[in-house]
């Protein structure tokens, strides 16, 4: 089964929270990806005239995907830009998980973009990283 | 009593329940719910579980509080206000929000409905064109570390010092625009990034600009009304609600991580990882605390610059200043934040999460001007159905920390109420109904209908009721700006 994610009608009322889903690592962070990029606006009509390179390093695997997430909010009011498209490779070796990626975008422009919401932060709350019969799942809620 | 809970729910009065601390192992005072029956029956089962959490926290005093408009939050519910005492007790990001100093703002002026209903639509342009909102957006003001470092610092003085409002609207906001012992040096380079092009920005989610009408008919407390300058006859006022942006956001994401590590040393164990906190004199807690207080300032600077912002738009439509056009402000109050203030069992971190101060007629923390009738409290209610102008009462002082609600809350998710109606559809609704909006987001716009929210006049009436605010009048939209 693909990687997926579904926002959630009935978690965090005031915010905004998905459950991802993938046979892999790599697919669950792919999954959760796609639905912080799709909360802040439509990837389809955003372009990729910006991009930025990203590594984390760690032994948590729930704090890597919190870290980088946390990423897309932070590049989205740092550099002003939204997402069109991330390219991921998440490897582990010693006991210790590393993800290389790169962000791909747009500055924002209200005339050409499908924005949706100022994602304000990636929360703690009810967040979770877990493998379920062969799945990777994450349940996030997003602050906006 | 059936309530989303399985907890015994005491009445104390028609608008005060009662969780006891023999419900919750760990209950170290008695949770306190503000609310009609009716309010309180269809409360979401996060506030009861939530408000009993905070009430387990090291050093809270008298209760732990859950205003009627609380619904679930992170760690505290939005509409929570806990008190702790300064030496035994704690400080929580939680307790705050991560939007620090979401606040409110009201403006004036001497216009009516029927000097503005020409230009509404010119109107609503020029300050959409002005106030930047939604995903993304930046600033007009230019900054850069050293100029931010003085926003933290200085809050909404620092741009009355560049030009950006006047002298007299520092003394009508909550503690002048200003709070004591930020230091800038105790927030991330990450935090500071995300916030230095912000100033001046709405954001999206539940803010927005709001143009409305006073009625003479709604308008409950004359003389009061006459105190804050709301005098009726259709006149038109402005409503800001945004807070301290992503930059806040950053400060609170900070110090959660430094708190959960904290914990740990400091022996203290909580409910819900996002109640992460520190003891308030200790390091963490005091860094925390500075960090903070440097959002709020931002948050109050962001405020302030929207509000030139407003006036100068109001300005090139109507051909007149600001201040010929009587654009003064209200009142600007906190309904996010932490602050150390005395009650009678001494000096308290008083939180409040989703709650306005409402301190009562006397309170020497009131300008002059507001001395005798007490703090104006701005609660905003969907962009519907129009929000209130209340006031604090001596009664908030002693049984709420001072505190009272700070809008409606909501009552149905964001996921489906995008599922219920379209944003050109509700945009479309409201046009007909004499409401024009302009949104940079129409899925963020459907977010907001007001059948989301909780009918702010029952939760205004429940705070009336129990005596912590008093209805001065009733504030009706013309024009709403959201991101």
Redesign the interface.
Known sequence: MPAFFH???????????FDAEGDSVQGVFEAASQAVMEA??DPKTVGATWERRVEHTGADLAELLFDWL?DF??W???A???FSRAVIAVTQAGGQWTLAATLIGE??N?ATQ????????V???LYRLYQDNGRWRARVVL?? | MKCNTAMKVVRISDEVWEIPVTEKPGMLVPARIYGTESILRAMDTGVFEQVTNVACLPGIRRYALCMPDGHWGYGFPIGGVAAFDVRSGIISPGGVGYDVNCGMRLIRSDLTLADVQPKLDLLMTELFRRVPAGVGASGFVSMNRSSFDRVMTKGARWCIEQGYGWHRDLERMEQGGCLPGADPGKVSDHAVTRGMNQLGTLGSGNHYLEVQVVSNDRIFDRETAAAFGITGQDQIVIMVHCGSRGFGHQVASDYLKVFEKAMRRYGITVKDQQLACAPFLSEEGQDYFAAMNCAANTAFANRQVITHQIREAFAAVFGRSGEELGMELVYDVAHNIAKVERYPEGELVVHRKGATRAFGPGSQDLPACYRSVGQPVICGGSMETGSYLLVGTTRATEDTFGSTMHGSGRTMSRTQAKKSISGEQLQQQMKQRGILVKAVSMSGLAEEAGFAYKNISEVVESVERAGITKKVAELRPIGNIKG
């Open positions: 926002f959630l009608d009935d978690v965090a009322l005031a915010d905004l929270a802040m606006a946390s909010v932070y989205k009011d740092a002003g830009v939204v500055p924002v209200q499908v924005l949706r919401n100022d994602v304000k932060g929360t703690k709350h602050d906006v």
